[in-house]
């Protein structure tokens, strides 16, 4: 079941994604050679408690962190780690979840250490504006599969490929709601979208092909199959009634 906010509750959402949107920023900020993804995970989290959040992925389904924080080829849901050290021209995804006052909140951003290649340069840039492109068919009266077709013809027109297996989702009151959110579909498909509802959205995008492997050490670790960059950008949007209104903010990022 869709579950609808009312104004209120999408204030008390933008609340928490404000706050999100800030944390992004000063995690970002400390992204630099040499530190490893647990230090970063640790001064997200030590963030996010001191502004009254709780990091929901932090024991979700086991999770072991507040962040997902995946490098290069890790599409999404990397685990922190004390020994993965972050090394000049990464791609360092930082994906978060927050509840404030009771009320959730998703988003991602690829930042990069020092100066990336143009490909990798390319990849974070038509990765980003698929996200908005897609944020823009969030208006009420369209179909989900309208969002996903328009983030596809984008990063595809690009000569980049979607992952299949993951995709975006319902969120406000838990991390994960109805509906799915795909990156790829077919226009005028899938669910209504109603004045009210709130989405993640979050285009998950490679270099080369469109597979993914998941570790099967730590069940988590989300990697292409080739080898080469991913890259994920997500924004937590409502549908308000004069179209998107986009919660989560980059606005805070220096980058
Ligand atoms: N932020 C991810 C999403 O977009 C979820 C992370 S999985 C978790 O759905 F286990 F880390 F929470
Ligand atoms: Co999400």
């Not at 490893?36 to 709780?54: C, H, P, S």
């Not at 005028?188 to 570790?215: D, H, Q, R, W, Y």
Request: aromatic fraction near 8%.
């Amino acid at each position: 079941m869709i579950l609808l906010k009312t104004k209120e509750e999408i204030e008390l959402i933008r609340d928490s994604a404000q706050l999100l949107g800030k944390t992004l920023a000063e995690v970002g900020r400390h992204i630099q050679p040499g530190v490893t993804t647990a230090f970063l995970d640790n001064i997200g989290e030590q963030f996010i408690r001191d502004n009254g959040g709780i990091p929901l992925c932090k024991g979700y389904e086991g999770f072991p962190a507040a962040f997902c924080i995946s490098v290069n080829d890790v599409v999404v849901h990397g685990i922190p780690s004390e020994t993965l050290f972050i090394k000049e021209g990464d791609n360092v995804s930082l994906d978060c979840v927050i509840e404030l006052n009771g009320y959730v909140s998703d988003s991602a951003y690829t930042f990069t250490c020092g100066d990336p290649s143009a490909d990798m340069q390319r990849l974070l840039k038509v990765t980003k504006e698929a996200l908005y492109i897609g944020i823009e068919k969030c208006k009420a009266g369209n179909r989900v599969g309208d969002i996903g077709h328009a983030v596809q013809q984008h990063c595809e027109k690009n000569g980049y490929s979607v992952v299949r297996e993951l995709c975006g989702h319902g969120v406000g009151f838990k991390m994960h709601e109805s509906p799915n959110v795909p990156n790829y579909g077919v226009p005028g498909t899938g669910p209504l979208l109603k004045e009210g509802m709130v989405i993640a959205v979050e285009p998950m995008i490679c270099m080369g092909s469109k597979n993914v492997v998941f570790s099967r050490e730590d069940g988590w670790t989300c990697r292409t199959k080739d080898g080469k960059p991913a890259a994920h950008f997500e924004h937590t949007v409502a549908i308000g009634a004069n179209g998107p209104d986009i919660l989560t903010t980059f606005d805070f990022i220096e980058q």
